[in-house]
């Protein structure tokens, strides 16, 4: 299931954030409060417990600034869900989201979803890591 964020989300997203080099502790807050929009996936089957959030940024194109799904429940449709859960919210023409050049495993996700290569962006994290924005149109 699929649905907003909630202050109760707080301490499982943040729990979450951990499997992100480049998370951004804030963007809870503004996807609580605005601008930015929070999701949550919950399993069912496990007491209804968060596995997995997005966050995005309400733009044209709609710019997805955070995605996990935790370990033990990737390849299971969630991150899916909650890129077309965001997307169709959203009602943009396009969908764009940045990660890590080296990210294989993002960046095969990404691709099998239907985003596509835009650019390479050079030294665009903190730590001088190199970006890779990829688009999706809707």
Do not use: C, N, W
Not at 30 to 40: D, I, K, N, S, W
């Amino acid at each position: 299931m699929i649905r907003p964020m909630t202050a109760a989300d707080r301490p499982a997203v943040r729990s979450l954030q951990r499997h992100l080099s480049y998370a951004d502790t804030k963007l809870i807050d503004a996807a609580l409060r605005g601008p930015f929009r929070g999701y949550v996936a919950q399993d069912a089957t496990i007491d209804d417990s968060v596995i997995g959030y997005a966050i995005a940024f309400p733009s044209e194109p709609l710019t997805v600034s955070e995605l996990v799904v935790a370990a033990s429940h990737r390849r299971s449709g969630y991150g899916r869900a909650l890129i077309e859960h965001v997307a169709s919210a959203a009602d943009s023409t396009a969908v764009d989201v940045l990660t890590p050049a080296d990210h294989t495993g993002a960046i095969r996700f990404y691709t099998r979803i239907g985003f596509e290569r835009d650019r390479h962006i050079p030294d665009f994290y903190a730590d001088g890591t190199d970006a890779l924005r990829l688009v999706r149109r809707e």
